[in-house]
């Protein structure tokens, strides 16, 4: 009987700090002993260069802030050219418009480096076999509006003018105070387009609006990117 009885999960890292790079080469090895670090860069633009086949890969744990080619840079060049492959975010930023930023980019999963060993053991298991991590950051039905293309069918007819305009200016990275001052609104009208607009599509936060957004097409990554 062998002593390994599942396939390895290979993986590369990208940090641009070295000793965090290898310390957390050496935490992925010993969470689970499937788990094999094949290969790891300082940033982004050294593991495009080393990257040509889907099939050597299972899992790409991508740093943010790199110099050269940074994480959320890194993650759409690989969304464009290789599509299939996951990719776990991996950052000591852990705000809400970093989240958003990294999500539009096509991150499978989101971590904060203060995590504990057993919870990246649960995210690497999780993007490799389900397709996603998210944590505390999106939980609950949202799920299915990563997973399902066209879920929430017929919901977007029961989102008015100024609810489907508040969905979009979310999609950026202005505050909801500047969102308010953009439609000409009040901070509390605001306030209440979110409440109405979380329970209409049953997110929890912000991020789920921008998953719904991008889920439904009412707006395009090149529109949120720009």
Not at 5 to 34: E, M, T, W, Y
Not at 96 to 115: C, P, R, S
Not at 170 to 179: A, P
Request: aromatic share 8%; proline share 4%.
């Amino acid at each position: 009987m062998s002593i390994h009885s599942n396939p390895p999960v290979k993986i590369a890292l990208v940090d641009d700090h070295q000793l965090f790079r290898q310390g957390l080469a050496n935490l992925v090895h010993q969470v689970d002993p499937s788990f094999k670090v094949v290969q790891d860069f300082g940033h982004g633009q050294e593991f495009l260069k080393w990257y040509k086949n889907e099939s050597d890969l299972d899992l790409v744990i991508l740093d943010i802030h790199m110099p050269v080619l940074n994480g959320y840079q890194t993650a759409i060049e690989v969304r464009q050219r290789f599509p299939d492959i996951p990719i776990l975010a991996l950052s000591m930023m852990d705000d809400e418009t970093t989240l958003v930023k990294m999500l539009k980019a096509g991150v499978n999963g989101y971590l904060n480096k203060d995590i504990e060993p057993e919870e990246l053991k649960k995210a690497i298991h999780s993007v490799v076999k389900q397709g996603y991590y998210h944590s505390e950051y999106i939980a609950g039905k949202l799920v299915s509006v990563i997973q399902s293309p066209g879920g929430h069918n017929g919901m977007t007819e029961e989102i008015n003018e100024q609810e489907l305009r508040f969905i979009e200016l979310s999609c950026s990275e202005y505050t909801y105070k500047e969102i308010a001052d953009i439609m000409c609104l009040s901070v509390k009208t605001i306030d209440g387009y979110r409440a109405r607009l979380f329970e209409k599509l049953d997110v929890r936060s912000r991020v789920g609006l921008v998953l719904y957004a991008l889920n439904q097409k009412l707006v395009s990554l090149e529109e949120l990117n720009s």
